[in-house]
C-alpha cells in the first residue's frame, strides 16, 4: 500500500536557523511527491512538487527539497527560517488519482 | 486566474441535517478532488471526478455521502443526516488535463461544524 510518513510531528527552530523537515515514502514506483504548507484556519499552498529528472527541486519561499531513492525520503529543507514560516507543512505522494499525505509536521519559530 | 473556489467557508448544522459543500475548480481544470481533514491529523483523499463521471470514490463513507461534478456548474460534496463525527475541513482540489501535469491546487476548506 502507498503511504507518506512524516516522523516529526512538531519542530521548533530560531529565527534564521536552518530547517530539515523529514517524509519518507512508501510506493511501488517513483511516485510524485509534493510538499504543502498550511497557516491555521487556511488551505493549502503548494511549495514544491517532484515527478521526475533533477532530485534537488527548488520552491516558492526559499525551500528547496531533496529526492532520495535510496533512502524512500524527500526531505524539505530551507536554510534560514523567518517567523512567517510557522505553520503546518505536508509532504503528499501520489498522482492523477489520490493525494496521499502524511501527518503533517507543525513548524514553530522561536524569536 | 482566479484559484479553486469553496463555499461556504464556514458551516454549522445540526445532528440530522444536510450539508452541501461547493467546489469551483480553477479555470481550465476538468479534475475535482475532495478531501476531508479532521482535527490535528491529516487530509485524507475521498473522491475524484471530472465532468460528470465519478472516477474513484474508494475514500468515501458508504453511507450518507455523495458528490457529484456536473456539466455546468461547481462540483458538489452532499452530506446527509450529519453527524457529529462529521465535523471536519473539507478541502477541494483541481488539476488540468494535461500530460504530465498532477499537480493538486487546493481551495480554502469548507470548515463543518455539527452541533
Known amino acids: 500500500a502507498q503511504s507518506v510518513t512524516q516522523p516529526d510531528i512538531h519542530i521548533t527552530v530560531s529565527e534564521g536557523a536552518s530547517l530539515e523537515l523529514r517524509c519518507n515514502y512508501s510506493?511501488?514506483?517513483?511516485?510524485?511527491l509534493f510538499w504543502y504548507v498550511q497557516s491555521p484556519g487556511q488551505g493549502l499552498q503548494l511549495l514544491l512538487k517532484y515527478f521526475s529528472g533533477d532530485t534537488l527541486v527548488q520552491g516558492i519561499k526559499g525551500f528547496e527539497a531533496e529526492f532520495k531513492r535510496s533512502q524512500s525520503s524527500f526531505n524539505l529543507r530551507k536554510p534560514s527560517v523567518h517567523w512567517s514560516d510557522a505553520a503546518e507543512y505536508f509532504c503528499a505522494g501520489g498522482g492523477r488519482r489520490a493525494l496521499t499525505f502524511g501527518s503533517g509536521t507543525r513548524l514553530q519559530v522561536q524569536p | 486566474n482566479a484559484g479553486v473556489m469553496q463555499n461556504p467557508r464556514h458551516l454549522v448544522r445540526r445532528r440530522g441535517q444536510e450539508a452541501r459543500l461547493r467546489c469551483s475548480p480553477m479555470?481550465?481544470?476538468?479534475?475535482v478532488y475532495w478531501y476531508r481533514q479532521l482535527p490535528e491529523e491529516g487530509l485524507k483523499f475521498m473522491v475524484y471526478?471530472?465532468?460528470?463521471?465519478?472516477?474513484?470514490e474508494s475514500g468515501m463513507p458508504k453511507e450518507r455521502f455523495s458528490a457529484e461534478f456536473p456539466k455546468e456548474g461547481p462540483s458538489i460534496l452532499r452530506i446527509q443526516q450529519v453527524v457529529r463525527g462529521d465535523s471536519a475541513a473539507y478541502f477541494c482540489?483541481?488539476?488540468?488535463?494535461?500530460?504530465?501535469?498532477?499537480?493538486?491546487?487546493f481551495g480554502p476548506g469548507t470548515r463543518l461544524t455539527v452541533l
Open positions: 482540489a483541481s488539476s488540468p488535463l494535461l500530460a504530465g501535469e498532477d499537480t493538486q491546487y
Open positions: 479555470k481550465g481544470h476538468s479534475h
Open positions: 471526478l471530472q465532468k460528470e463521471n465519478i472516477i474513484d
Open positions: 510506493y511501488g514506483a517513483t511516485p510524485y
